[in-house]
């Protein structure tokens, strides 16, 4: 059985043995925000030698340390501190108490501090897991809203016009009956594709937000690619609406996943083309950037009011003056995943009225 030594300490001692021991950051700091005093795990946290840094403003020798009058008695304030010369960055939780000093004027601070790293760091993941089921459950809320109102149409119009086949059908061939079965067969296929292409727009995106969504990356030309993306939607378009394209003489090659690639761009070229139908021609612009390849896809429709902005990007969210032009909502948020997914970025300029530019960039490789 072992037996705890007894230990008399002096008042001094106690205090030395509490210091060196301790594994709190103890400041103490003047009106002009220096340090008058550092506890020996000062040297310990920072690698810094406490005589070097004695009288310096502590919020030179740590930058994001606040200023005197950000500080509150007993406030709890987390730090970011990055440790060059260490190459690593800690979070430090400081509490701040006015003190005063015998026999020296005015006022000073003492601060306590200590790491927190590792909890800040569970912390971030939990409220990233909480933001991410707070938004999964938004967005589930709002495709049962959508899923209701915009599946009400297509399915509708499958049925009446499945029941006018079955009556027709009781009736002798005509070639008004047939042009009367072809139309309803026309629709039918058409709000048939109009559910699959909802159902695809949710599946694409539900597997975009996939943080281990596997990527097919390739090199390809992109001015080739663009070109020969453009060409296939206007045929698509039968030359009723034609999207004009612009590029360099040069040409850069980028490593993407192209599908991916394919429906991004397809993605906004539709949109220019829905959203302008009764303007000019929509635009493609290829632009090289330094280090990046810039795509802008440019219309003169009906561009996006200013206080809706900040949610174009959101899931199912569709702008008030869209009318009656068909759509999900689910297009842009899509756009946006698997921009980065792709390592690229994207952003938009529009005035409701005046059109819309929307811009894709990625970096060359």
Same mark, same amino acid.
């Given at each position: 059985m072992t037996h705890e030594s007894i230990i008399d300490f002096t008042n001094d001692e106690m205090l030395q043995f509490f210091l060196e021991n301790?594994?709190?950051?103890?400041?103490?700091?003047?009106?002009?925000?220096?340090?008058?005093?550092?506890?020996?795990?000062?040297?310990?946290?920072?690698?810094?030698?406490?005589?070097?840094?004695?009288?310096?403003?502590?919020?030179?020798?740590l930058i994001n340390f606040p200023s005197l009058p950000l500080m509150k008695p007993n406030q709890k304030m987390v730090i970011p501190v990055v440790l060059k010369e260490?190459?690593?960055?800690?979070?430090?939780?400081?509490?701040?108490?006015?003190?005063?000093?015998?026999?020296?004027?005015?006022?000073?601070?003492?601060?306590?501090?200590?790491?927190?790293?590792?909890?800040?760091?569970?912390l971030k993941k939990f409220k990233d897991i909480a933001f991410k089921e707070k938004e999964l459950n938004q967005m589930k809320s709002r495709f049962v809203s959508m899923a209701s109102h915009e599946f009400k149409t297509p399915i509708a119009t499958i049925v009446s016009s499945v029941m006018i086949m079955q009556m027709l059908l009781d009736k002798d061939f005509s070639d008004e009956i047939k042009v009367k079965l072809l139309g309803h067969i026309d629709k039918i296929i058409n709000q048939s594709n109009r559910l699959t292409s909802i159902m695809s727009d949710v599946l694409?995106?539900?597997?975009?937000?996939?943080?281990?969504?596997?990527?097919?990356?390739?090199?390809?030309?992109?001015? #080739?690619?663009?070109?020969?993306? =453009?060409?296939?939607?206007?045929? @698509? /378009?039968?030359?009723?609406?034609?999207? &004009?394209?612009?590029?360099?003489?040069?040409?850069?090659?980028?490593?993407?996943?192209?599908?991916?690639?394919?429906?991004?761009?397809?993605?906004?070229?539709?949109?220019?083309?829905?959203?302008?139908?009764?303007?000019?021609?929509?635009?493609?612009?290829?632009?090289?950037?330094?280090?990046?390849?810039?795509?802008?896809? #440019?219309?003169?429709?009906?561009? =996006?009011?200013?206080?809706?902005? @900040? /949610?174009?990007?959101?899931?199912?969210? &569709?702008?008030?003056?869209?009318?009656?032009?068909?759509?999900?909502?689910?297009?842009?948020?899509?756009?946006?995943?698997?921009?980065?997914?792709l390592k690229g970025e994207i952003w938009f300029k529009s005035k409701e009225g005046m059109g819309s530019e929307f811009f894709v960039s990625f970096p060359v490789k």
């Open positions: 301790s594994e709190d950051i103890m400041v103490i700091l003047n009106e002009e925000m220096e340090a008058v005093f550092l506890s020996p795990s000062f040297e310990k946290v920072f690698q810094k030698p406490i005589s070097e840094n004695l009288e310096k403003k502590f919020n030179e020798v260490l190459k690593k960055s800690l979070m430090l939780e400081f509490q701040f108490k006015p003190i005063q000093v015998k026999d020296r004027p005015g006022r000073f601070i003492f601060a306590i501090g200590r790491d927190v790293t590792e909890r800040e760091l569970v694409l995106l539900e597997k975009s937000i996939q943080q281990d969504m596997k990527l097919n990356l390739k090199k390809i030309s992109i001015g #080739k690619f663009l070109e020969s993306l =453009i060409h296939d939607i206007n045929e @698509e /378009n039968l030359n009723r609406r034609t999207v &004009r394209f612009f590029q360099p003489q040069s040409d850069k090659q980028i490593l993407t996943d192209e599908s991916m690639l394919v429906h991004i761009i397809r993605n906004l070229i539709q949109n220019a083309l829905n959203y302008s139908p009764e303007s000019s021609d929509p635009e493609v612009h290829l632009s090289i950037i330094g280090n990046f390849v810039e795509i802008r896809i #440019k219309d003169y429709g009906i561009g =996006i009011p200013r206080e809706e902005h @900040e /949610n174009i990007f959101g899931s199912f969210y &569709r702008a008030k003056n869209v009318g009656n032009i068909k759509g999900t909502g689910l297009g842009l948020n899509i756009v946006q995943e698997l921009t980065k997914k």
